[in-house]
């Protein structure tokens, strides 16, 4: 008997193959891991993530390292992962501050990034980017600065989450008219 998946799921061999054919995808070149961590495992769990949630929607031009970033950004906000999302900071902010922010932007945003989001990469991103994160399902918007951290950018980029507590929203950029 031949089962078929619920509407709306993909079967578990469909995702492993997906999975599969995405680390290999993109483990094939001699620097090409670099994105993932230089690991397969890290691809995978790439892979995973990425098939576990909504697509992000971009507009402007970012990164392949700052549209990673932003997409797991979200979805550390998605699934309520405040140790993963601070992984994902900028060595700037000390680690309280990074815990608080980490569980404001779980709190305020999770809704929002359970569904569908647009990231809005504001500036060309050599180095930095300031990007508009839309959450239609609940009409939220929230800024994140992205950039290239450590020396020379050697530790690849990272969201700045030093936000003072009880501090208003930042004001939305002119790029988020677009």
Request: glycine share 12%; net charge neutral.
């Amino acid at each position: 008997m031949r089962r078929t998946p619920l509407p709306g799921r993909t079967p578990l061999l469909a995702r492993a193959v997906r999975a599969v054919a995405l680390t290999a995808l993109c483990c094939t070149g001699p620097v090409a891991c670099v994105p993932f961590g230089g690991s397969a495992e890290a691809g995978v769990r790439y892979a995973e993530d990425f098939d576990r949630h909504e697509p992000l929607r971009v507009e402007g031009y970012p990164t392949d390292g700052s549209l990673r970033l932003v997409q797991q950004v979200v979805w550390r906000i998605a699934d309520g992962d405040q140790g993963r999302l601070e992984d994902l900071s900028t060595d700037d902010a000390p680690p309280q501050e990074r815990a608080v922010t980490a569980r404001r932007w779980i709190a305020e945003f999770r809704k929002g990034a359970g569904g569908k989001a647009t990231a809005v990469f504001c500036d060309p991103g050599d180095a930095r980017q300031t990007v508009v994160l839309r959450f239609p399902g609940t009409g939220q918007t929230k800024v994140l600065h992205v950039r290239l951290d450590g020396v020379g950018g050697e530790d690849g980029w990272r969201v700045r989450m030093n936000e003072p507590a009880g501090a208003p929203p930042e004001p939305l950029p002119p790029c988020a008219a677009l």
